[in-house]
């Protein structure tokens, strides 16, 4: 569990602690006395290969440790991604990053993302958070979600059925990655036929790969690939969005059935409504953050160890200004996850001590296989 743990805490480190060396650089040249200590590596890449390689061997937090280590600090300079680095680590450093955004700090995504979601190039990293943060609230809340407890627990229901059920063995990660993108596809697009279901899915499993990988743009690299399948997804949702504008025009959709109808309703301060091209971008960004870190939440309960992480050691949902819009929605269909499987099944680890990886999110290695699957709705009934 502290291998999970630590897994999440270094990517996690590197999606919100990211710090701009060169805006600290540009503002003052004096800034160069008080960098942190560091080395930033190979020319371009920097350590990012070392950062990835330490998770692709089970191994993600053995990048951050060695450095605190080496530098006996617990801020570091390096370069990530492309990218000039101040890595934070450990509880302090979080409770000071955390009550300083948008003081002293503020976090932002590597330059390389903007190819796989180009609409960032045409405002800041800062404003579409603003805009985002503002639209989601309403759709996010807790009371608003209550109306999608009883579809997330149908889909659980479908899903456990189809794909657990009366198997002598399964594969965790995968099947928890199709329950939790089915559920993402069907409260933020309405989207119901499985088969288009799998097809995205597949193209966004490229995407996840990619996001956090080696940023070189060449044929048959994973950074490739998912600039390739962001571009054909991004085609689909402008088709998706097109019909749904059609719709609800003539009145054959609701405007509160989902976030893209909210999302086509509502305008900015100044009245205007989103492109359709920026829509497609904003939801291709709600689908990869709304099933990626929960299936491989919804992996580790099932694999559920260990006592727990220390205070300001493990935060999941951010803090802050920073913290998660949607943690309310990941929490709901979680617990739904969590209701309908131990309700229903005992079962048995076929690799008690499998590896950890990250790949780009903390996964194990063989997709946690699981044997002798009981159905205790079954055996229930077979009882009586």
Same mark, same amino acid.
């Given at each position: 569990?502290?291998?999970?743990h630590?897994?999440?805490?270094?990517?996690?480190?590197?999606?919100?602690v990211?710090?701009?060396?060169?805006?600290l650089?540009?503002?003052?040249?004096?800034?160069?006395?008080n960098?942190?200590?560091?080395?930033?590596?190979l020319?371009?890449?920097?350590?990012?290969?070392?950062?990835l390689?330490?998770?692709?061997k089970?191994?993600?937090?053995?990048?951050?440790?060695?450095?605190?280590?080496?530098?006996?600090?617990?801020?570091y300079?390096?370069n990530?991604?492309?990218?000039?680095?101040?890595?934070?680590?450990?509880?302090?450093?979080?409770?000071?990053?955390?009550?300083n955004?948008?003081?002293?700090v503020?976090?932002?995504?590597?330059?390389?993302?903007?190819?796989?979601?180009?609409s960032?190039?045409?405002t800041?990293?800062?404003?579409?958070?603003i805009?985002m943060?503002?639209?989601?609230?309403?759709?996010?809340?807790?009371?608003?979600?209550?109306?999608?407890?009883?579809?997330?627990?149908?889909?659980?229901?479908?899903?456990?059925?189809?794909?657990w059920?009366?198997?002598?063995?399964?594969?965790v990660?995968?099947?928890?990655?199709?329950?939790?993108?089915?559920?993402?596809c069907r409260?933020?697009?309405?989207m119901e036929? =499985?088969?288009?279901? *799998?097809?995205f899915?597949?193209?966004?499993?490229? $995407? !996840?790969e990619?996001?956090l990988? %080696?940023? +070189?743009?060449?044929p048959?690299?994973?950074?490739?690939?998912?600039?390739?399948?962001?571009?054909?997804?991004?085609k689909?949702?402008v088709g998706?969005?097109?019909?749904?504008k059609?719709?609800?025009?003539?009145?054959?959709a609701?405007?509160?059935?989902?976030?893209?109808s909210?999302?086509?309703? =509502?305008a900015d301060? *100044?009245?205007?409504?989103?492109?359709?091209s920026? $829509? !497609?971008?904003?939801?291709?960004? %709600?689908? +990869?953050?709304?099933?990626?870190t929960?299936?491989?939440?919804?992996?580790?309960i099932?694999?559920?160890?260990g006592?727990?992480?220390?205070p300001?050691?493990?935060?999941?949902?951010?803090?802050?200004?920073?913290?998660c819009?949607?943690?309310?929605?990941a929490?709901?269909?979680i617990?739904?996850?969590m209701?309908?499987?131990?309700?229903?099944?005992?079962?048995?680890?076929? $690799?008690?001590?499998?590896?950890?990886?990250?790949?780009?999110?903390?996964?194990?290695?063989k997709?946690l296989?699981f044997?002798?699957?009981?159905?205790?709705?079954?055996s229930?009934l077979?009882?009586?």
């Open positions: 569990m502290e291998l999970f630590a897994s999440l805490l270094c990517l996690f480190v590197l999606l919100v990211f710090l701009s060396l060169l805006s650089l540009s503002s003052n040249p004096k800034n160069l006395k960098l942190p200590p560091g080395q930033t590596g020319p371009v890449i920097g350590e990012t290969l070392q950062y390689a330490a998770g692709w089970g191994h993600p937090e053995k990048f951050i440790f060695d450095r605190v280590s080496k530098y006996s600090s617990y801020v300079k390096t990530l991604m492309r990218e000039p680095t101040v890595v934070f680590c450990g509880a302090a450093a979080h409770k000071f990053l955390f009550s955004e948008n003081k002293l503020q976090s932002w995504w590597p330059s390389s993302v903007d190819k796989i979601f180009p960032s190039n045409q800041s990293s800062k404003e579409e958070a805009k943060r503002k639209m989601l609230p309403n759709f996010f809340k807790p009371e608003a979600l209550q109306r999608y407890i009883g579809i997330m627990d149908t889909i659980a229901r479908h899903h456990f059925s189809a794909e059920e009366n198997k002598d063995q399964i594969i990660f995968p099947l928890s990655k199709r329950y939790t993108f089915w559920l993402a409260i933020f697009l309405s036929d =499985t088969k288009d279901v *799998d097809k899915l597949e193209r966004f499993n490229l $995407i !996840a990619g996001l990988s %080696l940023p +070189v743009d060449l048959g690299t994973p950074f490739n690939r998912a600039i390739k399948a962001s571009d054909y997804i991004r689909d949702l998706i969005i097109k019909r749904r059609t719709d609800l025009a003539a009145k054959k609701s405007p509160t059935q989902d976030i893209l909210h999302m086509l309703l =509502t301060e *100044d009245g205007k409504y989103m492109k359709e920026d $829509i !497609a971008d904003k939801i291709l960004g %709600l689908l +990869v953050g709304g099933h990626d929960a299936s491989s939440a919804c992996a580790f099932v694999k559920f160890e006592t727990g992480p220390a300001y050691t493990f935060v999941p949902f951010g803090g802050g200004p920073r913290t819009p949607g943690k309310e929605y929490r709901l269909e617990l739904v996850f209701h309908n499987l131990v309700k229903r099944f005992r079962w048995e680890k076929l $690799i008690p001590d499998e590896k950890i990886v990250v790949n780009p999110m903390p996964v194990p290695e997709g296989p044997n002798n699957f009981i159905d205790l709705y079954i229930s077979q009882l009586l």
